[in-house]
């Protein structure tokens, strides 16, 4: 079984629309963030998510025990 491996996890500030990871809800033009860069399977990619999501995801890992690799289309509640 192979694991994503985080190459760079920081705060940025949006400099055109991306999608948010979790809700997929915008994060607009100068909206601070989180973005994360992995490594899976040989492939590089980011995502990009709002603080408030972050925190919500963090505390649902943290309430039922799952990992976060157990998630590959964000934290489906928030969809």
């Not at 694991?3 to 601070?32: M, Q, W």
């Not at 603080?51 to 509640?77: E, I, N, T, V, W």
């Given at each position: 079984?192979?694991?994503?491996?985080?190459?760079?996890?920081?705060?940025?500030?949006?400099?055109?629309?991306?999608?948010?990871?979790?809700?997929?809800?915008?994060?607009?033009?100068?909206?601070?963030?989180?973005?994360?860069?992995?490594?899976?399977?040989?492939?590089?990619?980011?995502?990009?998510?709002?603080?408030?999501?972050?925190?919500?995801?963090?505390q649902?890992?943290?309430?039922?025990?799952?990992?976060?690799?157990?998630?590959?289309?964000?934290?489906?509640?928030?969809?």
């Amino acid at each position: 079984m192979s694991y994503i491996t985080v190459l760079c996890d920081k705060r940025v500030r949006a400099s055109k629309h991306h999608k948010c990871f979790h809700c997929y809800r915008s994060i607009v033009p100068g909206e601070s963030h989180q973005k994360q860069t992995n490594k899976y399977d040989g492939s590089v990619y980011s995502l990009r998510f709002h603080d408030d999501c972050q925190a919500c995801f963090d505390q649902y890992l943290q309430d039922s025990g799952m990992r976060h690799y157990d998630f590959y289309d964000g934290y489906p509640p928030l969809h």
